[in-house]
């Protein structure tokens, strides 16, 4: 069994949907949860990081963390055909220092 | 602004040749990392490095070394290619070791063993 799992789609939605990515995990010494997106023929760039349970909102992302159920998603609201893109979960075991565990990768498309 | 450069972004080999992936980070960063992404895998991590000189495998190191002579420069060897690892390589660096800290990525090789 993977230690991240994650749908790798694709999802497609119209302009200006809510976009909800999920993923789940199987070790509960995770502490940081991150979401990386990667354009096609880029590398994947950090789009946001929680620390812990909670949500952290930045601008039209949601980023959110339930570690009792070991599950993690991220909302997009107001989807843009700009935001058409892969979608990276990765998280820290702190043990391993900065070394990231990663997710499938969600494939997103938003169609306009 | 972090640059991560690799030196090819499309790359063609034969089977059991040595290829060298040669990556270079401008902003004196201590930790550098390869992974290799492949679809429905997501990005596996190859071999890292936390300082000049120093390596520890990964998840996936088969068939891979790597080689850091200096801070700036992460070199992964495929000693015999095989088409197996056909794949998108991506390295990237991060300043710190401890916990949080922003991985930053090359933009990837892509390397076809035929």
């Known amino acids: 069994q993977k230690e991240v799992e994650q749908d790798p789609g694709p999802l497609s939605v119209p302009e200006g949907a809510i976009v909800s990515l999920n993923c789940t995990y199987s070790?509960?010494?995770?502490?940081?949860f991150m979401w990386y997106r990667q354009y096609s023929r880029k590398g994947p760039e950090l789009l946001m990081y929680?620390?812990?349970?909670g949500n952290k909102e930045d601008g039209r992302f949601t980023a959110q963390v339930d570690k009792s159920s070991k599950y993690i998603s991220l909302f997009i609201r107001d989807s843009q055909p700009s935001d058409s893109a892969t979608y990276l979960c990765a998280m820290i075991h702190m043990e391993y220092g900065n070394k990231l565990v990663f997710g499938a990768g969600t494939i997103l498309r938003v169609k306009s | 602004d972090v640059k991560v450069t690799q030196s090819s972004r499309y790359l063609v080999k034969r089977t059991g040749e040595k290829v060298f992936l040669e990556c270079v980070q401008d902003?004196?960063?201590?930790?550098m990392f390869w992974y290799r992404q492949d679809p429905g895998l997501g990005l596996r991590l190859i071999y890292f490095?936390?300082?000049?000189?120093?390596?520890e495998k990964g998840d996936i190191p088969e068939g891979y070394s790597v080689s850091r002579e200096k801070k700036e420069r992460f070199s992964l060897i495929l000693e015999s290619a095989s088409t197996n690892q056909t794949s998108m390589y991506l390295c990237?660096?991060?300043?710190?070791?401890?916990?949080?800290?922003?991985?930053?990525f090359g933009p990837g090789t892509r390397l076809t063993v035929t």
């Open positions: 070790n509960s010494a995770f502490q940081y």
């Open positions: 929680t620390y812990s349970s």
């Open positions: 990237a660096s991060s300043l710190i070791w401890a916990g949080m800290d922003e991985q930053y």
């Open positions: 490095s936390y300082d000049v000189k120093m390596k």
């Open positions: 902003m004196d960063h201590e930790n």
